[in-house]
């Protein structure tokens, strides 16, 4: 089963998940360029759909493979649209952009750009700002996939930091805008 699975991902470029034992979280995303019954050769991309050099696995570390999901197709779009998505887009106006506090209120039901938002305790999150007043803020919350998880309220005096148009936001948005008409 495994060498057809192999097969299809070499002849139709493909992309794949190979996971493998003793990789706790994660995988190998990639298609392949050769194999045989001890090895496979993969073409291995990186989140961001860059290419990431190429990868000897045995057959017999393979886990399970897993094809046809959303990550991958999330990530083939990424692949194609590299010149898209990994050049920053947002430039600062003005000499300073005003304050924290006027540049964060600027974004308030803007969908042009996904924010990352660091917490005190360092948790991250990635969304729209739908709101806030002197106290709070309400974003959208996207995930990895580009998929709304839901609305989340934070306190102003739990965020550390908060980033636009960073590597990880532009992957995101350009996933959000793909799939947003997902069920």
Do not use: P
Not at 10 to 20: D, I, P, Q
Request: with cysteine.
């Amino acid at each position: 089963m495994f060498l057809d699975i192999l097969e299809k991902s070499k002849s139709e470029k493909k992309l794949v998940e190979l996971n493998c034992y003793g990789v706790d979280e994660g995988f190998y995303c990639g298609y392949v360029l050769e194999y045989t019954e001890g090895f496979v050769i993969v073409q291995h991309f990186t989140k961001f759909g860059i290419y990431d050099g190429i990868l000897m696995i045995s057959l017999a570390d393979i886990k399970f493979i897993e094809s046809d999901t959303a990550y991958l197709k999330g990530i083939e779009l990424l692949i194609n649209n590299q010149s898209i998505f990994l050049n920053q887009t947002f430039k600062l106006k003005g000499k300073n952009g005003g304050t924290f506090t006027q540049l964060f209120e600027s974004f308030i039901g803007n969908k042009d750009y996904l924010i990352k938002f660091e917490l005190s305790d360092e948790d991250l999150y990635f969304g729209f700002i739908a709101w806030c007043d002197d106290d709070y803020f309400s974003i959208t919350n996207i995930d990895s996939d580009g998929s709304v998880m839901g609305k989340a309220t934070f306190k102003f005096e739990d965020l550390k930091m908060y980033a636009i148009d960073d590597l990880e936001c532009r992957k995101r948005k350009m996933l959000y805008d793909t799939f947003m008409d997902r069920g």
